[in-house]
């Protein structure tokens, strides 16, 4: 079978789909990724993406919905018949149902609701008391139970039996009576195992879990930890409700890091999409931030007027003013930047505060002393002004240099201990502030040596 790149596929689905060529469009989506077909989809109008919708089979259909944003979702079940919704909430691996129910609007959920059997709406209602960014909200059910004294052959006859209804097989979760977690063992060794041996004998019971209520930023540190493609998540008594399964975390992986870009870049997190979000909402998300940082700012003007004097006294201080503020603002940026991600890969913890101070402080003395030196150097050879201002630069940039990258890694590392998001002491943050430390360092250098 040729080989060949997505978007060519697509561009065929397109040309076919332009053709009413129903009997090719259907052969080309048969054999097309259903990551593929939701960007096809996403491009199409409602007729259309309806049309595509109905030509996939029954088990791509379900891939292709799981796959589908939350619009794409919400246009394709305002316009499907009952029994095709029926099908849909039957095919969906039930955490994408979880996920779907809790994006949707209230006539939507109502209606799938309406579809689902007595058992399915049951689990729905347990799950959606699940806090909404809870190890629980992420969990599904679709997973392998054994118990210990199973041999290996009954083991594999129940998975044959109930394997394809589950989003895993790999691990078989071990479990008491009591549904209390014992341990799991993995599909290779019961496979490679002689048939009588009994799963006691093969399990691990050192087994990692997460508690149902748990925070889902601390699970995906966990999956990050151990490399796991699923996690087992257990109740307060240590009983087994559910496993998370890798790309599940991987969703939140990406909402996180998301929500961590949007507060260092000043704004409110937002888990709507750029091009989904109206101008609107995106003023409203900027505006506080921008706000608070223009009212923080007044500071750098405080301290303007304070030193008036020393101003006058020396025009060209004035010169060198952008040059400094935009050195430390860039130096407390950049250590900022790189413990709050290290704190988000858990490299950098809060204990370890004095090893950061003292790592960035060694790396702002060195960086410090070279820029000292070449702001000295350009006031001399390029700004032709005379050795006193020269040396107050120079003295200024190496002391701003220092500061800034010492609060550029304490203040994500405060925020923290304090209970917020170290992401807020992002760049536009750690600029106001170093501009007005910055700005204090300068006038007091310039009085010192100036003798004002």
């Not at 944003?69 to 095919?91: C, N, Q, W």
Request: aromatic share 6%; net charge negative; charged share 25%.
């Amino acid at each position: 079978m040729e080989s060949y790149n997505s978007e060519q596929r697509i561009k065929d689905l397109n040309e076919l789909l332009e053709k009413r060529d129903i009997p090719g469009l259907k052969d080309i989506l048969r054999r097309t990724n259903p990551v593929d077909i939701e960007e096809f989809m996403s491009e199409l109008d409602n007729d259309e993406s309806l049309i595509v919708y109905r030509l996939l089979r029954k088990d791509d259909a379900a891939e292709v919905f799981a796959e589908l944003k939350d619009e794409g979702k919400h246009r394709l079940l305002t316009s499907i018949t009952d029994p095709e919704l029926d099908d849909i909430v039957k095919a969906l691996n039930f955490d994408d149902v979880i996920d779907t129910l809790e994006e949707m609007p209230a006539t939507v959920v109502k209606r799938m609701l309406r579809n689902s059997d007595a058992e399915t709406r049951k689990k729905v209602n347990q799950f959606l008391q699940f806090p909404e960014d809870s190890a629980g909200s992420l969990m599904t059910t679709e997973f392998v139970e054994v118990r210990p004294n199973m041999t290996c052959q009954e083991v594999l006859d129940r998975i044959k039996k109930i394997g394809s209804t589950k989003v895993t097989i790999y691990t078989c979760y071990v479990t008491s009576t009591t549904k209390s977690l014992l341990g799991y063992v993995s599909l290779r060794l019961i496979v490679t195992s002689p048939n009588d041996t009994k799963v006691k004998d093969l399990m691990y019971e050192d087994v990692i879990s997460v508690e149902a209520y748990e925070d889902q930023e601390e699970v995906a540190n966990t999956f990050k930890r151990y490399g796991f493609t699923a996690l087992p998540v257990v109740d307060s008594e240590r009983r087994l409700v559910g496993i998370i399964t890798v790309d599940d975390i991987m969703d939140v992986m990406e909402l996180e890091a998301t929500e961590d870009f949007q507060r260092m870049a000043g704004t409110t997190p937002d888990e709507e999409e750029y091009s989904n979000t109206s101008a609107i909402k995106l003023a409203k998300n900027r505006l506080p931030w921008l706000m608070f940082l223009m009212i923080s700012a007044s500071f750098t003007s405080t301290i303007l007027k304070s030193s008036q004097r020393v101003i006058e006294s020396i025009i060209a201080l004035n010169m060198f003013i952008p040059m400094l503020t935009d050195s430390g603002g860039n130096a407390g940026s950049q250590s900022s930047t790189l413990v709050i991600r290290g704190m988000a890969t858990g490299d950098v913890e809060l204990k370890d505060w004095y090893k950061v101070v003292f790592k960035e402080l060694q790396v702002g003395l060195m960086i410090g002393i070279i820029m000292g030196l070449l702001a000295f150097l350009k006031c001399i050879l390029f700004d032709k002004v005379n050795m006193e201002v020269a040396l107050i630069v120079g003295i200024t940039i190496f002391i701003i240099i220092i500061i800034a990258k010492v609060v550029g890694a304490l203040l994500p590392m405060g925020a923290k201990k304090l209970g917020f998001d170290p992401a807020i002491m992002a760049s536009p943050l750690i600029t106001t502030i170093v501009d007005s430390i910055g700005l204090l360092c300068y006038f007091e250098v310039a009085r010192i040596i100036m003798g004002i």
